[in-house]
């Protein structure tokens, strides 16, 4: 079955660095990879779209990276904010229809 | 713009009532809406998709009776958890695909039901 991980539940990074999250998955093609922002008790943000023939993708300070063959995604947060801190979502769509998976998250706390 | 509501943020209801959540597209028009579930410290789960004019889609799992769609508009979809018991609390998400817009889902702000 289809399976998307999230490297580590939580991750802490100091302030202004670049914080590096990854997003595995098994058993699936996607047409897109997606990254999305969750705040506590909050409906998911939007971020990012990379589709499968980019490899990469920037938008202010994140950049996404998609890989196929490995069939990872990487998200850079650089110069951190402790407003950064939220659960970062990475979700897979298809081709066929417009469904998207979501991984668990990871927990990101910036710190001052 | 692309702004998604979901009414009410939070419900507590006795076990055996019936619940209803709304999801609005407030400023465009959303053919396909897609209600999720979210326990905690988990990934959203997909529950259906559901579409304007005709029958939600469920996923496999998801009792359609006790889980009822209606997206009777292209800006409003309901979801009503009929009969509800204590293991349906949950954080309920909706989410809506802009027609003609770009290939992305806007997420409403969710819905926290709490069945005692």
């Known amino acids: 079955s289809q399976k998307i991980e999230q490297n580590s539940e939580a991750l802490n990074i100091q302030e202004g660095k670049t914080a590096t999250l990854t997003c595995n998955y098994t058993?699936?093609?996607?047409?897109?990879l997606q990254w999305y922002r969750q705040d506590p008790g909050r409906g998911p943000v939007f971020l990012l779209l990379?589709?499968?023939?980019?490899k990469e993708k920037r938008k202010e300070r994140l950049k996404v990276t998609f890989d196929t063959t490995l069939k990872q995604s990487l998200f850079h947060i650089t110069a951190s904010q402790p407003a950064d801190s939220a659960t970062y979502l990475c979700?897979?769509?298809?081709?066929?229809?417009?469904?998207?998976?979501f991984g668990k998250g990871t927990r990101l706390h910036i710190l001052p | 713009g692309a702004v998604v509501s979901q009414h009410p943020s939070r419900v507590i209801c006795k076990s055996g009532t019936s619940v209803k959540i709304e999801c609005r597209s407030l400023?465009?028009?959303?053919?396909?809406m897609f209600w999720y579930r979210q326990f905690p410290k988990q990934s959203l789960m997909l529950m259906a998709t559901?579409?304007?004019?005709?029958?939600?889609?469920?996923e496999q799992g998801v009792e359609k009776d006790k889980f009822l769609i209606n997206h009777a508009s292209l800006t409003l979809s309901t979801l009503t958890v009929t009969s509800a018991h204590p293991e349906d609390s949950s954080f309920y998400i909706c989410?809506?695909?802009?027609?003609?817009?770009?290939?992305?889902?806007?997420f409403g702000p969710g819905t926290r039901l709490t069945v005692l």
């Open positions: 989410s809506a695909l802009m027609v003609g817009g770009p290939n992305e889902q806007f």
């Open positions: 990379i589709r499968e023939n980019e």
């Open positions: 559901s579409n304007e004019g005709s029958k939600a889609t469920y």
């Open positions: 058993n699936y093609s996607p047409a897109y």
């Open positions: 400023d465009f028009q959303a053919t396909t």
């Open positions: 979700a897979l769509e298809g081709r066929r229809d417009d469904k998207i998976i």
